[in-house]
């Protein structure tokens, strides 16, 4: 089943490229399908053998990944009607939007590293022609940006698989070198030299795709100048991808005593960007441009948490990359539907949303709030278990997280403010159903992972935490 989910969306996007009439109806059927299928392929559980496998660390991702891929295209129904594309640009939007869902499946899903890095690398190249579609000279800018620095950043990632392999090498057969579940079987005899600098080159290269500073710059230009469901998927999907790749690396040095601890180096990059992010949320005046700092400060979080280690620390990470996959894109869809009904997406042309569109700026400010880590959404659950396992592993290390954490949500909460409960500024047309349906379903959804997280979610999270050190 595994090779089915990524195929399906692949040969959505041929079908997208070849019969363009119908796209935005096909683009929400094959999204539907894709996540009929990772909930069937979810409930029958781990296991698998061969290049693609759901496993208990990326099973949650997966689940996550086809519900963002489901709301980001059927907000997209009516927001690239909105941006007036051309009848090629609309047909190439489509087309790669599925063909990005097939990249990041496939990365979710790869057990061999190779596979996982050819794959971020793909989905990363369709995420730098969508972000450049309006051919705008900051979009094109954006686009170069988005690509250069990350192609920098996955060339880095390479070597350090390179150097996982070249760790095990005498240990293993030569078709088991990339495999993440031989690697991981086979740590404890690999050189532990090799091991450490190649999680160092795989912390900085994936590093650079999840965003975590100090290249991070492409992030903020690519969530501003790209049509809005591209935002969506790049903070929901391909930055918990990146991420994975980071963590797999993590989880094979901690089979090996004599590598380097992981923990030290992703606590560093977490609390780099958080602090980073929390100035800088202070000084955007671009609403979308402030999501993308947003994205910076979560994945900087979720680094802190993955770096803590342990059973807590692993799981408030886990936690936090679904919880802030299904706020952000909500948050998107309603800066998105917001800039285009006012003709800007500067922050002072927004005011008042929760007066004039009550549905949208409502829903606006919930997604808000809880990226801010207020109830009742998730992020309030994994920020205070970041909080308690560092109190009680490393208590220092609250000097830098509480006052970083703090200043990032009031930052947050002055623009949750500003957007919503100004004096309206937005005209009285309606917000649509196609915003506020994914709007809506993907608040419920987080406020479901905070209150009462389902038995069978809370048993996925677990194992994924059990898988690293």
Same mark, same amino acid.
């Given at each position: 089943m595994a090779p089915l989910l990524v195929l399906l969306p692949a040969g959505a996007a041929l079908l997208l490229a070849a019969w363009p009439a119908r796209a935005p109806a096909l683009n929400i059927l094959a999204s539907a399908l894709t996540l009929l299928l990772a909930a069937a392929l979810a409930w029958q559980g781990?296991?698998?053998e061969g290049w693609l496998r759901l496993d208990a660390l990326n099973a949650p991702l997966v689940l996550v990944a086809a519900v963002v891929g489901l709301s980001t295209a059927v907000f997209s129904a009516g927001d690239v009607g909105e941006e007036g594309f051309a009848p090629a640009q609309s047909r190439l939007y489509h087309a790669a939007f599925q063909g990005f869902c097939a990249a990041n499946l496939l990365a979710l899903l790869s057990d061999n590293l190779g596979l996982m890095w050819v794959a971020i690398e793909a989905a990363t190249l369709l995420c730098v022609l969508m972000v450049g579609l309006r051919r705008t000279p900051a979009a094109t800018e954006a686009a170069w940006k988005f690509f250069i620095l990350c192609g920098i950043g996955i060339a880095l990632a390479l070597l350090g698989i390179i150097l996982l392999a070249m760790a095990a090498q005498g240990h293993l057969p030569q078709h088991d070198l990339l495999s993440f579940a031989a690697l991981r079987a086979a740590a404890g005899r690999a050189d532990a030299g090799l091991l450490s600098l190649a999680f160092?080159?795989? #912390?900085? !290269?994936?590093g650079t795709k999840a965003g975590l500073a100090p290249l991070h710059s492409w992030l903020p230009d690519a969530h501003a100048e790209g049509p809005t469901a591209i935002a969506a998927v790049l903070s929901g999907l391909l930055l918990n991808a990146a991420m994975? !790749?980071?963590?797999? !690396?993590?989880a094979i040095l901690g089979g090996n005593a004599a590598a380097?601890?992981? !923990?030290?180096? #992703?606590v560093a990059a977490g609390l780099l960007s958080l602090g980073l992010a929390a100035l800088s949320l202070w000084r955007r005046r671009d609403a979308k441009r402030f999501l993308g700092w947003s994205s910076i400060e979560h994945m900087g979080l979720a680094a802190f948490a993955f770096g803590l280690g342990g059973p807590a620390g692993a799981l408030a990470?886990? #936690?936090h990359l679904c919880g802030h996959a299904l706020l952000k894109p909500a948050a998107f869809f309603a800066i998105g539907r917001a800039a285009q009904l006012r003709g800007s997406q500067a922050m002072a042309d927004l005011s008042g949303l929760a007066r004039s569109h009550p549905a949208l700026g409502w829903g606006l400010a919930l997604a808000l709030a809880g990226l801010a880590g207020l109830p009742p959404f998730a992020l309030l659950a994994s920020e205070f278990l970041m909080a308690a396992t560092a109190g009680r592993e490393a208590p220092w290390l609250l000097a830098a997280f509480l006052p970083g954490?703090?200043?990032a949500a009031l930052a947050v909460l002055a623009a949750l403010g500003r957007l919503c409960f100004g004096a309206p500024s937005l005209p009285a047309r309606p917000a649509g159903a196609a915003a506020l349906g994914p709007l809506w379903a993907q608040?419920? #959804?987080a406020a479901v992972l905070g209150l009462a997280l389902p038995a069978p979610l809370a048993a996925l999270l677990r194992d994924a935490a059990a898988v690293l050190p």
């Amino acid at each position: 089943m595994a090779p089915l989910l990524v195929l399906l969306p692949a040969g959505a996007a041929l079908l997208l490229a070849a019969w363009p009439a119908r796209a935005p109806a096909l683009n929400i059927l094959a999204s539907a399908l894709t996540l009929l299928l990772a909930a069937a392929l979810a409930w029958q559980g781990p296991g698998g053998e061969g290049w693609l496998r759901l496993d208990a660390l990326n099973a949650p991702l997966v689940l996550v990944a086809a519900v963002v891929g489901l709301s980001t295209a059927v907000f997209s129904a009516g927001d690239v009607g909105e941006e007036g594309f051309a009848p090629a640009q609309s047909r190439l939007y489509h087309a790669a939007f599925q063909g990005f869902c097939a990249a990041n499946l496939l990365a979710l899903l790869s057990d061999n590293l190779g596979l996982m890095w050819v794959a971020i690398e793909a989905a990363t190249l369709l995420c730098v022609l969508m972000v450049g579609l309006r051919r705008t000279p900051a979009a094109t800018e954006a686009a170069w940006k988005f690509f250069i620095l990350c192609g920098i950043g996955i060339a880095l990632a390479l070597l350090g698989i390179i150097l996982l392999a070249m760790a095990a090498q005498g240990h293993l057969p030569q078709h088991d070198l990339l495999s993440f579940a031989a690697l991981r079987a086979a740590a404890g005899r690999a050189d532990a030299g090799l091991l450490s600098l190649a999680f160092v080159f795989l #912390l900085v !290269g994936f590093g650079t795709k999840a965003g975590l500073a100090p290249l991070h710059s492409w992030l903020p230009d690519a969530h501003a100048e790209g049509p809005t469901a591209i935002a969506a998927v790049l903070s929901g999907l391909l930055l918990n991808a990146a991420m994975l !790749g980071i963590l797999r !690396g993590a989880a094979i040095l901690g089979g090996n005593a004599a590598a380097l601890p992981t !923990g030290p180096f #992703l606590v560093a990059a977490g609390l780099l960007s958080l602090g980073l992010a929390a100035l800088s949320l202070w000084r955007r005046r671009d609403a979308k441009r402030f999501l993308g700092w947003s994205s910076i400060e979560h994945m900087g979080l979720a680094a802190f948490a993955f770096g803590l280690g342990g059973p807590a620390g692993a799981l408030a990470g886990m #936690l936090h990359l679904c919880g802030h996959a299904l706020l952000k894109p909500a948050a998107f869809f309603a800066i998105g539907r917001a800039a285009q009904l006012r003709g800007s997406q500067a922050m002072a042309d927004l005011s008042g949303l929760a007066r004039s569109h009550p549905a949208l700026g409502w829903g606006l400010a919930l997604a808000l709030a809880g990226l801010a880590g207020l109830p009742p959404f998730a992020l309030l659950a994994s920020e205070f278990l970041m909080a308690a396992t560092a109190g009680r592993e490393a208590p220092w290390l609250l000097a830098a997280f509480l006052p970083g954490l703090f200043l990032a949500a009031l930052a947050v909460l002055a623009a949750l403010g500003r957007l919503c409960f100004g004096a309206p500024s937005l005209p009285a047309r309606p917000a649509g159903a196609a915003a506020l349906g994914p709007l809506w379903a993907q608040l419920a #959804l987080a406020a479901v992972l905070g209150l009462a997280l389902p038995a069978p979610l809370a048993a996925l999270l677990r194992d994924a935490a059990a898988v690293l050190p």
